[in-house]
């Protein structure tokens, strides 16, 4: 059943890299990455597999040189091609950042991240709006992506990332599609993610109703919203937060766990421990990944902080329509975490989908095809709200 694909499997003695590359590889499809840039990465990487700095080196190297290109056609007045090299350019900073540990170097690499992608969205998204949610004192950083050419108020999705995305990423993969179906999109930095962990120091929360509750009180305050009709959507590790959302927040129109989180995420950060302990290339995430999104000294405090993250007596309480994806050859989340999810959901209308090696889509989160998986959610959308 699982494939073997150098696509999927571009590092074989390295799944933190294999990994990391296919998430960056699925941005393809909008334009946010070139397989063939990634190939060359690829191709110095494999040559300097020993060494672990090679991975920020290399992927930071290519963003420096596509970002130059930008701000020579951006001076020049070609701003659509500038567009187009700065986004390609931010992905490829954040995608290095990735396994770089929290500091400044980690930091001054986010920032030219974030400094290439906002250049970017300004140049081909202009639909693409800067915001920030008001959130306990201070505020969660975010993107509202509105639907060109609607004009009365319209369906809303609140999106929501996983343990090591962010919102640059999901408002082009989700918020893309959702705009041509006349929705819009707030894709959001949570807790512990993106924006507001880096440069905000916002650590996630096992509660997580707290930034649903806080999302929607934002975009139901916006005249462009439809207030009746705001599902809400979380990806990967996502996939405990959009549940836990609608455990609780009861305004919101639908949830869509975009990839199931593991059922006991207590054990699952004890195997990260326990794996990184041997050899930290069996697994997707660093070892200060967790703990560093926690807001713990080490993975040890972030074992016993992941306690109090579980959806057991909790997705009973879940009333609205609800879609929960997976894939069938989901090595970071287990197919049966999906299947555990869905019967333990306390609505009557809800949906699980399994993707299949054949029909593409089966690796986490659908990322080794991520459009069946976001054209499937966006159709499941339209039908349930």
Avoid at 29 to 34: E, Q, R
Avoid at 71 to 94: P, W
Avoid at 149 to 176: H, Q, W, Y
Wanted: hydrophobic residues 40%; negative net charge.
């Amino acid at each position: 059943m699982p494939s073997s694909g150098t696509f999927i499997h571009h590092f074989p003695d390295n799944f933190s890299w294999s990994n990391a590359t296919l998430v960056t590889k699925g941005m393809a499809p909008y334009g946010a990455v070139a397989l063939e840039e990634i190939d060359r990465i690829g191709e110095r990487l494999k040559a300097r597999s020993t060494e672990p700095q090679a991975w920020w080196e290399e992927w930071s190297a290519m963003a420096g040189r596509l970002e130059q290109t930008a701000d020579s056609a951006a001076a020049e007045g070609r701003n659509f091609t500038a567009g187009n090299y700065y986004i390609r350019a931010g992905n490829y900073y954040f995608t290095g950042e990735r396994f770089i540990e929290p500091g400044a170097e980690k930091i001054a690499m986010y920032r030219k991240a974030l400094r290439c992608f906002h250049a970017g969205f300004e140049r081909r998204y202009p639909n693409i709006e800067r915001v920030d949610v008001p959130y306990e004192g201070k505020a969660l950083a975010a993107y509202f992506m509105k639907a060109p050419g609607v004009a009365a108020r319209a369906p809303t999705v609140v999106l929501f990332d996983g343990l090591d995305n962010c919102k640059e990423m999901s408002v082009l993969f989700a918020g893309i599609e959702f705009a041509k179906r006349g929705m819009h999109t707030l894709a959001i930095d949570g807790p512990g993610q993106g924006e507001s962990l880096r440069l905000r120091d916002i650590h996630t929360r096992y509660d997580y109703e707290a930034a649903g509750t806080a999302a929607y009180d934002y975009v139901v305050s916006r005249p462009d919203v439809d207030p009746r009709k705001i599902p809400v959507m979380g990806y990967s590790f996502g996939g405990y937060y959009a549940p836990r959302i609608c455990a609780f927040e009861k305004r919101y129109a639908a949830c869509i766990a975009f990839g199931a989180m593991h059922w006991d995420i207590h054990e699952w950060v004890s195997n990260i421990r326990r794996a990184v302990q041997s050899d930290v290339r069996t697994v997707a995430q660093s070892h200060f990944q967790v703990p560093w999104v926690f807001g713990a000294k080490d993975l040890d405090e972030a074992v016993e902080m992941a306690r109090k993250f579980h959806l057991g007596g909790v997705a009973e309480r879940i009333e609205c329509p609800f879609l929960v994806l997976h894939g069938e050859n989901d090595r970071i989340v287990p197919p049966d975490s999906g299947e555990r999810l869905y019967a333990a959901v306390g609505s009557k209308r809800k949906t699980l989908k399994v993707f299949t090696v054949d029909e593409g889509g089966a690796e986490h989160c659908q990322v080794d095809n991520r459009q069946v998986g976001v054209d499937y959610i966006a159709d499941w959308i339209a039908a349930n709200i």
